[in-house]
């Protein structure tokens, strides 16, 4: 199991010259997590496009450490499994499919053998595995995005808005997978919802305290 440590330093971001979020810092290591909150609008899914690489902070550093060893700001990427609203797949496809090509792109080869067949099935979409995404629902839509997400068994896993779109009993494997995270790797999660927040340990409110890292609830046993 390799030991991560994920640092974020001062980072900012502004739009039109209007100050989204300020001087945002924390340091995660294996097994902890983080919720970051705050109404709509104060930036929560702009930090998560920033940790993933997929936007660039005003100003800041963010760095990782696999086993002791800086990875290089351009490969950050690869340790990382998203899931969010703004993510699409492709409609034309089969989730099987887009599994494949995700894999293709990761250049995953064979160490991803099996897994897509298996992360199918642990998101309760096997069954339909061969029809085109564009037949899925919202919430079948949302599973996949799971599966993709974890293909590459990143040892930092981002979630924005965990359950959006999600019944009952996809959220209740959500909230498994949250669970597991936080015992082989890092867990960032963008939430308000208080049953998400339950798993993590500590907390970013966006409006309240711009910078400061507090204790949440905890992370459920």
Same mark, same amino acid.
Not at 56 to 69: A, D
Not at 104 to 125: K, T, V
């Given at each position: 199991?390799?030991?991560? /440590?994920?640092?974020?330093?001062?980072?900012?971001? +502004?739009? @039109?010259?209007? #100050?989204?979020? +300020?001087?945002?810092?924390?340091?995660?290591?294996?097994?902890?997590?983080?919720? &970051?909150?705050?109404?709509?609008?104060?930036?929560?899914? /702009?930090? *998560?496009?920033?940790?993933?690489?997929?936007?660039?902070?005003?100003?800041?550093?963010?760095?990782?450490?696999?086993? +002791?060893?800086?990875?290089?700001?351009?490969?950050?990427?690869?340790?990382?499994?998203? #899931?969010?609203?703004?993510?699409? $797949?492709?409609?034309?496809?089969?989730?099987?499919?887009?599994?494949?090509?995700?894999?293709?792109?990761?250049?995953?080869?064979? =160490?991803? %053998?099996?897994?897509?067949?298996?992360?199918?099935?642990?998101?309760?979409?096997?069954?339909?595995?061969? %029809?085109?995404?564009?037949?899925?629902?919202?919430? $079948?839509?949302?599973?996949?995005?799971?599966?993709? *997400? $974890?293909?590459?068994?990143?040892?930092?896993?981002?979630? %924005?808005?965990? /359950? =959006? @779109?999600?019944? +009952?009993?996809?959220?209740? /494997?959500?909230?498994?997978?949250?669970?597991?995270?936080?015992?082989?790797?890092?867990?960032?999660?963008?939430?308000?919802?208080?049953?998400?927040?339950?798993?993590?340990?500590?907390?970013?409110?966006?409006?309240?305290?711009?910078? #400061? #890292?507090?204790?949440?609830?905890? &992370?459920?046993?």
């Amino acid at each position: 199991m390799r030991e991560s /440590t994920f640092s974020v330093e001062s980072i900012s971001k +502004e739009f @039109n010259r209007r #100050v989204i979020f +300020e001087d945002i810092s924390f340091s995660l290591s294996r097994g902890e997590s983080l919720a &970051v909150t705050g109404r709509n609008g104060s930036g929560k899914s /702009t930090l *998560a496009k920033i940790l993933c690489g997929l936007l660039t902070p005003t100003k800041g550093k963010i760095s990782l450490f696999v086993n +002791e060893k800086e990875i290089p700001a351009a490969d950050i990427y690869r340790h990382i499994g998203l #899931v969010s609203p703004y993510i699409t $797949m492709y409609d034309e496809f089969s989730g099987m499919e887009n599994l494949l090509v995700f894999a293709h792109i990761r250049n995953l080869g064979s =160490a991803a %053998d099996g897994d897509p067949e298996r992360l199918l099935r642990q998101f309760g979409i096997y069954e339909r595995r061969d %029809d085109e995404v564009r037949t899925y629902s919202s919430g $079948m839509k949302q599973r996949l995005k799971y599966a993709a *997400a $974890m293909l590459h068994r990143p040892e930092i896993l981002i979630l %924005d808005e965990p /359950t =959006a @779109n999600l019944d +009952e009993e996809g959220a209740a /494997t959500v909230h498994d997978l949250m669970r597991s995270q936080t015992g082989v790797g890092i867990l960032i999660i963008a939430t308000n919802d208080a049953k998400d927040l339950k798993f993590a340990e500590h907390n970013i409110d966006l409006n309240k305290s711009n910078g #400061v #890292v507090s204790k949440s609830g905890g &992370v459920l046993p």
